[in-house]
Nanobody, 120 residues
Framework: QVQLVESGGGLVQAGGSLRLSCAAS????????MGWYRQAPGKQRDVVAA???????NYADSVKGRFTISRDNAKNTVYLQMDSLKPEDTAVYYC??????????????WGQGTQVTVSS
């Protein structure tokens, strides 16, 4: 089991920056991957960025060049640095952790979410 707690959301003007943090209740070094998802009102939850245990990163096209995901294994924390924010980035952001089981299956763990609102 892994408990995840997000922080760092808030209200920011377009063009501004925020850094989200996701603190895990145990070591993240052995987790398959960690990521950030977001869900805007009336829309499905979509992946924003992910980082694997070896440090490889991937981003949704909509945030490439603006968002950066990173991890600090010593602090059991994953970050999402969000720059050049746009109103369309407004959503609840969720931290996710994936732990490999067997046969290609994974356990997924979720945080409670943190609201990010970007004003125009």
């Amino acid at each position: 089991q892994v408990q995840l707690v997000e922080s760092g959301g808030g209200l920011v003007q377009a063009g501004g920056s925020l850094r989200l943090s996701c603190a895990a209740s145990r070591s993240i070094a052995g987790l398959t991957a960690m990521g950030w998802y977001r869900q805007a009102p009336g829309k499905q939850r979509d992946v924003v960025a992910a980082i694997t245990s070896d440090g490889s990163t991937n981003y949704a096209d909509s945030v490439k060049g603006r968002f950066t995901i990173s991890r600090d294994n010593a602090k059991n924390t994953v970050y999402l640095q969000m720059d050049s924010l746009k109103p369309e980035d407004t959503a609840v952001y969720y931290c996710n952790a994936a732990s490999a089981l067997r046969w290609g299956l994974v356990n997924n763990y979720w945080g409670q979410g943190t609201q990010v609102t970007v004003s125009s």
